[in-house]
């Protein structure tokens, strides 16, 4: 009877040795857990360029964006069938501002008083330097499939004049990235 007693004791140790291995463990995998969500936390974009369907909300395109980068469109102004390029920044201060305005010529719609810096430049008025934040932080537009309309971020160019920017009225605007967004985001870096 004492080996049978001594036998089962001798289980019980080991079983507890077992045991205390699991708790390690698992200790162990809740700190490495702890330390990939830092290290993706602070590895997520702080901002986001976007493009979205103002009536349904949508988003149609997407883009991590720093501050003090730029991205402009052009197209074709509706009244003067003239050419137009309008350049925006995302500054320091983080709001969007207008940076640069390219036209033919001027007339409804069109820049109508002088600021920044002008210069005439392979056939357009250039006002550079202009500095004004964009009312409401938010770019609102509609494009139209008569005439080509871009638009161009690092070195991505979108038309957005043909699906499915076209005939909506879309809005640009820089805005944080909800806490999914930008852990998926960390993870296709």
Do not use: C
């Not at 019980?12 to 995998?29: D, E, M, R, T, Y």
């Not at 702890?34 to 395109?61: A, C, K, S, Y």
């Not at 920017?165 to 990235?177: A, G, L, Q, Y």
Request: aromatic share 14%; proline share 5%.
């Amino acid at each position: 009877m004492n080996n049978k007693r001594a036998a089962n004791t001798n289980n019980k140790k080991a079983l507890l040795l077992s045991n205390v291995f699991f708790p390690k463990f698992i200790l162990l995998l809740i700190v490495l857990f702890i330390l990939l969500f830092f290290l993706l936390l602070w590895n997520r974009p702080q901002h986001l360029l976007v493009i979205t369907d103002m009536n349904t909300g949508e988003t149609l395109w997407t883009s991590e964006i720093e501050q003090g980068e730029t991205f402009f469109h052009e197209y074709i102004h509706s009244v003067e069938k003239s050419p137009v390029k309008e350049v925006f920044q995302f500054s320091a201060s983080a709001e969007l501002v207008t940076m640069e305005s390219w036209t033919k010529s001027f007339g409804a719609g069109m820049p109508y008083q002088r600021e920044g810096d002008v210069e005439l430049k392979d056939g357009y008025y250039v006002m550079k330097n202009i500095n004004r934040p964009v009312h409401g932080g938010t770019l609102r537009m509609k494009p139209s499939d008569l005439y080509p309309h871009i638009f161009s971020f690092h070195d991505e160019t979108i038309y957005l004049s043909k699906e499915p920017f076209v005939k909506k009225i879309i809005e640009i605007k820089v805005r944080k990235p909800t806490w999914w967004e930008g852990m998926l985001r960390s993870f296709s870096r």
